[in-house]
């Protein structure tokens, strides 16, 4: 536990400029982000007496080992500095609000000649029309069905919609008056377009003119005796009225906003949003976070921030209502008003049809609070005992926060693999998690070609893959001492590893490298964080003693003695520890025991999943590949051109020229890896065997 006092910064060296601030750990992590008006006095107060901190705030910075500062123009621009060093480092002190899901929303793709109607998640794409979010997909599908009576707005793919225009032939929705059929010519653009914009405006609230002149229809029809046109009519109304029920005018005046509420306890927060679109509720969303040393203003201050920090304009509303004004209401309404294109209104409903919304929403949140509170008290309470039961079972000094496991997969030595997964906690933390292509674990030879993998030579080359770039990383921040192999000469690990791809083979995007940042020390050359730059506390391998003996020589010649390594064995489920003669026997029962074997069996699925893309992907060949420069794309324009690779291997420079994106130089390629033998066999899919070309 470091000493406060020890990093502390002359109150002369800070400025009193608008900035934002980062504490960090003794390995360099991020371990909270803040932003000040004037960062004199704010970063002061965290340097007060210790007895005189709010607990989590002594020790968050009894934790840290050093403070650094960003001086920005505005306050403005500290907020969105602090935004984005949240999302990019994941400070392990601030708060985070994720409702772990995607909401859908209803879209209609009004970029598109003929605008479709769908529901859509994730992020928002120029020239579609999004209206929600929902709670659920099914609820969107339901009020769709409902309006396609009325509005006859096109549903299907685009695979479909040209197949019904090839065949002449409507789909279902079609006969059943749900679609007007532009495919198959029925109305014409503009008039397809035109119900499109009629569906968008009454899901935007205009809903009154639609159904007057629904009912003047069906009552001119009555009077001219058209009695089926009447009756087509008046089911039309019917199914506008009960869409209308679905979605109950809460506020009036068309109001656009954003209601939120919160219900909080001494360690924790629930917050629920209602989003309000033309006066109705078209969606709730909710979350529960760890209140930290926070107040309620800056809560509400961060909430705002990460649900509107990647939201586009139509995303932010005219009036967001919240229990009380956030921390700094000039920045955060000057933010809010940038992104939307217009003022905002931050404020806290005080009387009337908006004030009795937040209560209905506060109620949500207290339900979700104490939901919320039943269902971990269990589950927190056997993660602890989980913990405390493999320290105490395997002789650990502390109890291991952060596990790794790894596992190997291949079938008979082809497309050997590993996996590397993570738990912290006692939670899978998968955005940390890796994986691994084997290079060299194959023994004996016969006919020049590898006959047997050995998996202990493969967990070998992986874990000394691992390490190595630890101990590279470590000591690119300065804190290495490569004497012991110790990061700052302690004996002591903490775990949390950076993200990275493995060492001693070129990394390959989506197998051994993941692009996504992590807190800890950054690359002075690339600017981003180091990988693989801090130990777990535990490391567990999927096998028996001769792997454990394995795993525990790698550390050995890297010099790494902080780092604990057990082994499980499938057979019994005995944990080997290095170089022991006997397993430790763990009860059946025991948390410990079934932490370990969620770690092997999710390490297990990992690998898995990872070695049947590639064992797919090795299964099919094509006499064009390997050719440089020749892509999916040119290998599929030669095809279409040609027909076959029969007629290609027949044409000269001057014919392949002719398809578009080929000059001379590829043109020759192409003739002459076609010339060179290349086998005359069409390429296979040797699963199916299906042919490809």
């Known amino acids: 536990m470091a000493d406060p006092t020890t990093y502390r910064p002359k109150p002369g060296e800070i400025p009193t400029d608008p900035g934002v601030y980062r504490f960090r750990d003794a390995h360099g992590r991020v371990i909270y982000v803040g932003k000040a008006k004037s960062l004199r006095p704010r970063l002061s107060s965290y340097f007060q007496d210790i007895t005189a901190l709010h607990p989590r705030t002594a020790t968050m910075v009894t934790t840290a080992a050093s403070v650094e500062w960003t001086v920005v123009r505005t306050e403005v621009e500290a907020l969105q500095l602090e935004y984005s060093w949240i999302k990019e480092f994941d400070p392990r002190f601030n708060v985070k609000y994720r409702d772990d899901k995607s909401y859908p929303f209803l879209a209609v793709t009004m970029g598109e000649e003929f605008p479709r109607a769908q529901v859509m998640r994730g992020a928002k794409r120029k020239g579609t029309r999004y209206f929600g979010p929902y709670g659920h997909a099914w609820a969107i599908r339901e009020t769709l069905d409902l309006l396609l009576r009325v509005f006859p707005l096109r549903t299907c793919s685009s695979g479909v919609f040209k197949r019904a225009a090839a065949s002449g032939r409507p789909c279902l929705l079609g006969y059943i008056d749900k679609c007007s059929a532009p495919c198959v010519g029925r109305v014409t653009p503009d008039e397809h377009r035109a119900i499109a914009e009629d569906f968008c405006d009454f899901m935007a609230g205009n809903t009154t003119r639609f159904a007057k002149r629904l009912e003047t229809r069906m009552r001119e029809a009555a009077a001219e005796l058209d009695f089926e046109q009447a009756a087509r009519l008046r089911d039309d109304l019917g199914a506008i009225t009960k869409a209308l029920e679905k979605q109950a005018v ?85 933010w809010l008003s940038s992104v939307r294109g217009s003022i905002v209104n931050v404020r806290v409903p005080q009387r009337g049809d908006k004030r009795t919304l937040m209560e209905t929403v506060r ?103 691992r390490f190595r770039r630890y101990l590279e990383d470590a000591e690119g921040t300065g804190d290495l001492d490569l004497s012991t192999g110790v990061v700052g000469g302690e004996e002591e690990a903490t775990g949390v590893t950076g993200n990275g791809s493995v060492n001693g083979a070129a990394a390959t995007p989506g197998e051994d490298e993941d692009e996504r940042s992590a807190s800890g020390p950054i690359d002075p050359e690339t600017g981003r964080p180091r990988r693989f730059a801090y130990p777990p506390s535990l490391v567990v391998v999927d096998g028996g003693l001769p792997q454990v003996n394995a795993a525990q020589a790698v550390l050995d010649e890297l010099g790494i003695e902080e780092v604990a390594l057990v082994g499980l064995a499938k057979r019994l489920e005995e944990v080997w520890l290095p170089r022991e003669e006997h397993p430790v026997i763990m009860p059946r029962t025991s948390e410990g025991l079934y932490l370990l074997q969620r770690l092997r069996d999710e390490a297990h699925r990992f690998a898995i999943t990872f070695h049947r893309q590639r064992r797919s992907k090795a299964m099919t060949a094509s006499q064009l590949d390997g050719i ?39 043109a020759s390629a192409v003739v002459s890896h076609l010339a060179q033998g290349a086998p005359q066999e069409p390429a296979v899919n040797l699963t199916t065997g299906e042919v490809l070309e």
């Open 250 to 334: 809460v506020l009036g005046d068309a109001t656009d906003a954003d209601v939120f509420a919160l219900a909080d306890d001494d360690l924790e927060a629930a917050v629920q949003v209602f989003h309000v679109r033309g006066g109705r509720i078209r969606g709730q969303r909710g979350w529960v976070v760890e209140k930290e040393s926070e107040d309620i203003p800056t809560l509400v201050e961060h909430l705002l921030q990460q649900v509107y920090g990647d939201a586009d304009r139509d995303a932010v509303p005219r009036e967001v209502l919240v229990p009380e004004l956030p921390a700094d209401l000039e920045a955060v309404t000057e």
């Open 363 to 465: 109620r949500n949140a207290e339900q979700s609070l104490a939901r919320h509170k039943v269902a971990r008290a269990g589950d927190l309470t056997l993660r602890s005992k989980a913990l405390q039961e493999l320290q105490d079972y395997l002789g650990l000094d502390e109890a291991p926060l952060r596990i790794e496991c790894y596992d190997v997969s291949h079938v008979q030595g082809t497309n050997v693999v590993a996996s590397m997964v993570v738990f912290e906690d006692g939670l899978a933390r998968k955005s940390e998690y890796r994986r691994f292509i084997v290079r060299g674990a194959t023994t004996g030879v016969e006919g020049g070609e590898p006959v047997t993998v050995d998996d202990t030579a493969a967990m070998r080359e992986v874990l000394t893959r």
């Open 628 to 666: 440089p420069g020749l892509g999916a794309s040119r290998q599929k324009a030669l095809l279409r051109h040609f027909g076959s690779v029969k007629r290609l291997r027949a044409a000269d420079e001057t014919d392949i020229m002719a398809v578009p994106g080929f000059g001379r130089a590829l």
